[in-house]
């Protein structure tokens, strides 16, 4: 069963037990997701609005990008537990398998794709943000700073977990290419939010 | 219903949709409550570990302060819903009715002091945080940072909040006091959140 058919309380409940998933992995995925929510509520209340009536457009195209990451996301929530729980059974492979180590790598690999993966829907998050914050009604402009807020802690959640499983990883070369690109993203990331906040604390 | 009894899949679909409720407040307090039970995650995989014994008296007492701060933060997204509906109610009441604008005043009271509630019990959670990111299993070091960046968000988020019930205060004296106490947790957040990602980071 998908992790987002648990009702919010037993989701919360299966993430504090002692298994490791669902851990920040998902969780990360889950803040891109309500982060992607909470700007198609936004857009929701600017459509149909007379004073906004010159954006509607534009909203209803920021709202189709966003309800589409939604999607995404909530595939990762589930995406990302997967991949680590493979990490562990690899790593429970027997001692004398000739393919353990090949198995610990691989499953190493995709558990540091995973959360890149969502590291960068994130950064399309925010740019669908930014637009909206800038256009959308003025009076959910708290909800389209949350909406950042949520999409950066998610962005750097999901950063934090692709770095722990690049250091188990021992292709070099694989290691410091992803480094390299989590740089560039950190830095659009962080860049996007700030813009964010500029439009949105100029209305608070 | 309370909020937290829906699917996660469903309470997506209500934040996105066009009514302001669920909105930023609400994701606040649940963005305290995912970060409680990562934290609890982090205790439970370091309780019972030989390498981490001398910490095992210390770790059950902050589990247990995270279980409690997830149990408020829970309550805290319906109550937060439900306040500004009530914002909302106040101002459908007919306009020549005597009591409108101090049901108006009322509600904004009501609806920036939940999210303040939500903003106090990410401070106290973020206490917890760097106690368990510097004791807990240091497997699990990257979800005690993701427990952070959500602490953090779902602190600034709620301030946010906040800050928008406040622009409809008439009472100066109210906002001014408020606008003070956010200035000093503004501070305590950001210094507590600084101090736990370096000791993420150490380990990453």
Chains 1, 2 share one sequence.
Request: with cysteine; aromatic share 6%.
């Amino acid at each position: 069963m998908s992790l987002t058919e648990e009702t919010i309380r037993n989701f919360l409940e299966k993430v504090a037990d002692s298994s490791p998933t669902p851990g920040g992995g998902s969780v990360a995925a889950l803040a891109g997701a309500i982060s992607s929510a909470l700007l198609e509520m936004v857009c929701n209340l600017t459509i149909g609005k007379e004073k906004y009536k010159e954006f509607e457009e534009e909203m209803k195209i920021e709202r189709e990008k966003c309800r589409n990451y939604r999607e995404k996301f909530i595939n990762l929530i589930d995406e990302d537990s997967k991949a680590f729980d493979e990490v562990i059974s690899a790593f429970k492979l027997p001692k004398d398998y000739e393919g353990r180590k090949e198995a610990i790598q691989n499953a190493y690999k995709k558990a540091s794709a995973v959360p890149l993966e969502t590291a960068e829907y994130c950064i399309k998050l925010m740019e669908s943000g930014i637009k909206i914050a800038e256009k959308g009604n003025k009076n959910s402009i708290s909800d389209a700073g949350v909406a950042s807020l949520m999409a950066k802690s998610a962005f750097h959640s999901a950063i934090l977990n692709v770095k722990i499983n690049l250091s188990g990883i021992k292709d070099s070369d694989y290691v410091q290419k992803t480094k390299n690109r989590i740089k560039k993203m950190e830095y659009e990331a962080e860049n996007l939010h700030r813009k964010t906040m500029e439009v949105v604390e100029r209305w608070l």
